[in-house]
C-alpha cells in the first residue's frame, strides 16, 4: 500500500515547541545556523535592495548548492547587480569547506574574506568577488516574522522539511559598491531572509513565485510554492503585509493566489506569468496585491552553479532547474465593505524558482 504523501505547515502548538520556538516572538539564535552541513541539508542566507541610484542588487551567502544537496559542506556565494544603465552583474565564487563558518546564536556567517552578520534589527555585509566589491547596512523597519513555524513538512511521516525565516522583511539600505575602478555610494529599500532545510529543494517542491516590495505605507512579502509530483503538485500560499512598519496580515489561510498572462521564456524554456495577484480576505476588509512583470533580471540554468563531476551528473539526471527574477510593478489595494479605500504603486522585484520539470 502506498504511503499517502502530503505538504503540511507547520502551525500546531506541538510543531512551536517541538523546534523551540514560540508564536509571538521570535530570537536572534533562529537567524543562525539551523543546520551542520551533513548530507541532504542545505542553508542559506539571502539580501536584496532596491537602490536609489535605479540599480537592483541580490546577494546570497550558500553553505552548499541547493540543487545538489547530497554531499558535505561546499560554500559559494553570489551577487546580483542589475545596474541602471543597463549592465547586468553576475559574479559566482566557490570556496573551501574550512572557508565556511556559521554562528548558532545569531547571524554570523563568515566564507572565505566575505562575512554577513545581524541580530534581527541591524545587520552588516561585505563581500568581495574578482572586482566587484560591496558594503551594505540594512535596518530593520518591520519587525522580523516568520509564517507560523515557517516550516513546511513533506511525506506522511513529516521528515522532509524546508524552512524559512524573513529576519527583515523590509529595511533601510546603505550600500557601497565597486566595480573595477567604479565607487558607486547610494541608499534604498532592502530585505533579507534566511532558509534551510534537510532534503534537496528539487525533491520536495516543484516550483515557487516569491516576492517583496514597498509601496506607500505598505510593506509587502508574498509567495506561493507548489510542491513536487509526488506531492500532487499541492499549492499553498504564503503572505505578510505591514503598514507602517506595523504587520496587519500575515495568515495563509486567508491568502488566495491568482496568475494570468502566461507565455514562454525562450532563454529556459519556462512557463511563467506576467502577472501574480495576492488576495487577502479578512471579512469586511481585504488588501489585494499584484506583481507586474515589466522587465527580465536574471533568466538562469540552475546547473550553471555547479561545477565538475556534480554538474556532469545533473546532466545526467537531465535536471533543468531554472531561476528567474523579474521587475516591475507592484500596486496595493485596500478594500473596505466592498469598495476600494486607497491604492499604491510602486516599483517591485520578485523571482520564479523553478526545480522541477517543465510542466507543459
Not at 547530497?70 to 545596474?83: A, E, F, Q, V, Y
Not at 534581527?120 to 522580523?144: F, K, S
Not at 501574480?276 to 479578512?282: I, M, S
Not at 471579512?283 to 546547473?303: A, K, P
Request: aromatic share 12%; net charge negative.
Amino acid at each position: 500500500m502506498t504511503r499517502k504523501q502530503t505538504m503540511l505547515g507547520g502551525t500546531s502548538n506541538a510543531d512551536f515547541a517541538q523546534i523551540g520556538i514560540a508564536r509571538d516572538r521570535i530570537e536572534p539564535w533562529e537567524d543562525g545556523a539551523r543546520t551542520d552541513g551533513r548530507p541532504g541539508t542545505y542553508e542559506w542566507w539571502y539580501v536584496d535592495a532596491v537602490l536609489d541610484d535605479g540599480s537592483t542588487l541580490v546577494v546570497g551567502f550558500y553553505n552548499k548548492e541547493y540543487s545538489n544537496t547530497g554531499g558535505t559542506l561546499s560554500p559559494w556565494i553570489r551577487i546580483n547587480l542589475d545596474m541602471a544603465d543597463g549592465r547586468r552583474i553576475d559574479k559566482i565564487a566557490a570556496f573551501a569547506p574550512s572557508e565556511y563558518s556559521a554562528a548558532i546564536d545569531h547571524a554570523d556567517v563568515r566564507i572565505g574574506g566575505n562575512h554577513f552578520s545581524g541580530d534581527l534589527h541591524t545587520y552588516y555585509l561585505h563581500v568581495m568577488i574578482d572586482d566587484v566589491e560591496v558594503d551594505l547596512t540594512l535596518v530593520g523597519h518591520v519587525p522580523p516574522w516568520r509564517p507560523e513555524t515557517g516550516h513546511l513538512y513533506f511525506g506522511e511521516d513529516r521528515a522532509r522539511e524546508f524552512a524559512w525565516l524573513p529576519a527583515v522583511p523590509q529595511g533601510s539600505a546603505t550600500v557601497t559598491y565597486r566595480i573595477g575602478d567604479e565607487t558607486h555610494n547610494t541608499s534604498g529599500i532592502g530585505y533579507h531572509d534566511h532558509n534551510w532545510g534537510n532534503i534537496g529543494l528539487d525533491k520536495v517542491i516543484h516550483h515557487w513565485y516569491w516576492a517583496r516590495g514597498q509601496a506607500g505605507p505598505y510593506s509587502v512579502i508574498a509567495s506561493n510554492i507548489t510542491s513536487h509530483q509526488r506531492y500532487d503538485y499541492a499549492s499553498t500560499p504564503v503572505f505578510m503585509l505591514a503598514r507602517d512598519g506595523e504587520i496587519m496580515a500575515g495568515d495563509s489561510s486567508r491568502t488566495h493566489f491568482e496568475a494570468s498572462e502566461e507565455y514562454l521564456d525562450e532563454a529556459t524554456g519556462k512557463p511563467v506569468f506576467a502577472s501574480t495577484c495576492y488576495t487577502y480576505d479578512a471579512g469586511g476588509e481585504s488588501y489585494v496585491v499584484t506583481f507586474t512583470r515589466q522587465r527580465d533580471l536574471s533568466r538562469d540554468f540552475l546547473i550553471d552553479t555547479l561545477s565538475g563531476v556534480k554538474k556532469f551528473a545533473a546532466r545526467l539526471l537531465r535536471f533543468d532547474g531554472a531561476y528567474l527574477r523579474f521587475a516591475g510593478e507592484m500596486t496595493v489595494q485596500y478594500h473596505r465593505d466592498g469598495a476600494m479605500v486607497e491604492e499604491f504603486s510602486s516599483e517591485a522585484m520578485w523571482e520564479l524558482m523553478y526545480l522541477g520539470r517543465t510542466r507543459r
